[in-house]
């Protein structure tokens, strides 16, 4: 059983920045952060290997996103600059346990997962 734990939301201001935190109950997996906007479905934002050496990312954040891990803590950090309104959403830690190297982008593939942290950007 994997247990994960999202921290770092609040209000934000547009052009600042913010950085998200998941606390997992281990580390040898891929873990990835999803996102909910209000009315729309879960999607893909960002996710790494097992040692954070290949992170992946949807394209809508690919050139402004930052995944990271520091698995001596375990640790899943997502750092987001240049906060837009869009980025305003419920962010969700998920873990796929059958995977150490390969990155999903289907939801499917990740069963466990926390209890979010949701985030404003605010002009």
């Known amino acids: 059983q994997v247990q994960l734990a999202e921290s770092g939301g609040g209000l934000a201001q547009s052009g600042g920045s913010l950085r998200l935190s998941c606390a997992a109950s281990g580390d040898d997996y891929v873990m990835a952060w999803f996102r909910q906007a209000p009315g729309e479905e879960r999607e893909f934002v960002a996710g790494?290997?097992?040692?954070?050496?290949?992170?992946r990312y949807a394209d809508s954040v690919k050139d402004r996103f930052t995944v990271a891990r520091d698995n001596a803590k375990n640790i899943l950090y997502l750092q987001i600059p240049n906060l837009r309104h869009e980025d305003t959403a419920v962010y969700f830690c998920e873990a796929d346990v059958h995977s150490r190297i390969y990155v999903p982008l289907v939801r499917d593939e990740y069963k466990y997962w926390g209890q979010g942290t949701r985030f404003t950007v605010s002009s």
């Open positions: 790494t290997t097992w040692n954070g050496a290949s992170p």
